[in-house]
């Protein structure tokens, strides 16, 4: 139950990495009640690795969890170049190396469930964790505390809705369907139409295969193999790639295959969006792939995780009224420039700086979320583009260009084309910090621009 001396009622739906990251933001204000709903039955995040750059990493550092983070990466931590990923051309008999990616400071990786746990340790007991909580729908009304309605039948209310609820977001249907309302009562039927069509997914053409292999079962099959002596490694080709990196103090090598049609891009997926498939699924786009991806792939016998990579369509806004979305609910993008947690975290850092301002309370939270909107819209949808763009040119897609019908310099060229771009795109996410974002908000905060 919320404190009559809480200043805001704060009810986050989804307990994933963005949720979590924005409890533990929010709790630094002991005058917001925070309440937080998740629809599965325990908190477990899917086994697999997931990377953090140093943006998002200095966020996590002004939370306080670096120390505890740190027990349980594979990574030293720095703030110094690092020569975080190789890239490889690698769908030919001999594979030809493009370039290392050095970051500044490092691609911290983490096993899902570690990162998880940590966060989880650190939350405050006043911040409420409630599972089998799924959220059906919520009624928002004027200045009357917003309704939750659960799948168990339960109600509750609270001051400002928070979604966090990911792809499939609840919050994300009720925020898109206020708008389409708004429009049709102002006889904006085109529009309102158009609202709805960012409420459910779309195929992004591209599917993962994940999985964890042994380091041990890597060390005896192909001792030297490339994965066990470097950070991590993308093997590069026509219509695919695969990424490999060890996690969990060095036991475990993530694998992620990706086989990708991107003329399906924005289509409807067939089949369940994530399912358990025999190696035979994606192995067959790789069979004439240079020796280290076949060492890799020989040693999952195992089914994989099959993931259909979905995204949603950009939308105007995150907010609607007292509710906001964060994280994949409102900017689910593919993983290619592994930035979609990254860009959930800097959500959750705004998003709670602008309620914590000791200005924010119940009359003056419209505009709190305005300026998390001004903010975040357009900084996620920009990062979920360049992820867009990665994912072409990891796959060789190149307006029509052909690698390998073209003459070795010519090729070599077009390769460092590629070098060019992924590095230009990507280094938003080492050279710069949140830090003027957060200026920015409180310069609008205060009226100052
Ligand atoms: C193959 C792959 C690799 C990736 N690698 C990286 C990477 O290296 N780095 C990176 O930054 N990002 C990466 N990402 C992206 C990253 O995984 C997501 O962007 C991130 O997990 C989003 O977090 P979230 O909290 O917004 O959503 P989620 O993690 O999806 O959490 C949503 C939570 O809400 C709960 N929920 C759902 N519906 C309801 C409801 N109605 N009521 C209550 N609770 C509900 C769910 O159970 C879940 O716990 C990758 C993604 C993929 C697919």
Same mark, same amino acid.
């Given at each position: 139950m919320a404190t009559s001396a809480s200043r805001l009622r704060v009810a986050i739906c989804g307990a994933g990495i963005g949720g979590l990251t924005f409890a533990l933001a929010l $709790? !630094? &204000? #002991?005058d917001i009640d925070i309440d937080i709903y998740e629809g599965a039955q325990a908190l477990a995040e899917i086994g697999a690795g997931i990377g953090i750059f140093p943006r998002p990493w200095k966020i996590l550092q002004m939370l306080g969890v670096e120390a505890d983070l740190l027990k349980v990466t594979e990574t030293k931590v720095t703030d110094g170049p690092v020569a975080a990923f190789r890239y490889r051309k690698s769908d030919q008999r001999e594979g030809v190396e493009i370039f290392t990616l050095v970051t500044q400071g490092s691609l911290a990786l983490f096993h899902r469930a570690d990162y998880q746990q940590t966060l989880l340790n650190h *939350?405050?007991?006043?911040?409420r964790i409630q599972c089998s909580? @799924? *959220? !059906?729908s919520y009624v928002q009304r004027q200045s009357n505390p917003i309704e939750l309605l659960f799948e168990d039948g339960t109600k509750t209310h609270c001051d400002i809705l928070i979604g966090a609820d990911g792809l499939k977001s609840a919050v994300r249907a009720g925020v898109l369907g206020e708008k389409a309302q708004l429009a049709q009562s102002e006889g904006r039927w085109k529009e309102a139409s158009q609202i709805l069509t960012h409420v459910n997914p779309v195929w992004s053409g591209t599917n993962a295969y994940r999985a964890l292999i042994p380091v041990e079962k890597l060390m005896s099959l192909? #001792?030297?193999?490339?994965v066990l002596t470097t950070p991590g490694v993308q093997y590069l080709g026509k219509h695919g790639y695969i990424l490999a990196y060890r996690i969990s103090g060095g036991t475990l090598v993530n694998f992620v295959a990706f086989v990708s049609r991107h003329h399906l891009e924005n289509t409807v997926f067939n089949g369940p969006w994530m399912s358990m498939v025999e190696p035979s699924a994606f192995a067959p786009l790789f069979a004439h792939w240079e020796p280290e991806v076949q060492a890799l792939i020989a040693c999952i016998q195992e089914k994989v995780m099959q993931w259909a990579i979905h995204t949603i369509r950009p939308m @105007? $806004?995150?907010? $609607?009224g007292r509710v906001a979305l964060l994280g994949d609910a409102a900017h689910s993008m593919t993983p290619h420039q592994g930035s979609g947690a990254g860009q959930a975290i800097e959500d959750a850092y705004i998003l709670a700086t602008v309620l914590g &301002?000791?200005?924010?309370?119940r009359n003056t939270v419209h505009r709190a979320l305005r300026v998390y909107d001004t903010i975040r819209c357009p900084a996620a949808y920009k990062v979920m583009e360049l992820s867009r763009i990665n994912g072409r040119y990891f796959t060789f897609e190149l307006d029509g260009i052909d690698l390998d019908t073209m003459p070795p310099k010519q090729q070599w060229d077009s390769l460092q084309h590629i070098r060019k771009t992924v590095v230009r795109n990507w280094e938003w996410a080492w050279t710069t910090s949140i830090d003027s974002s957060v200026q920015e908000a409180v310069h609008l905060l205060e009226g100052r621009t």
């Open positions: $709790s !630094r &204000y #002991p *939350l405050p007991k006043r911040c909580k @799924r *959220l !059906r192909a #001792p030297g193999h490339r @105007r $806004s995150f907010v $609607s &301002y000791p200005g924010t309370n």
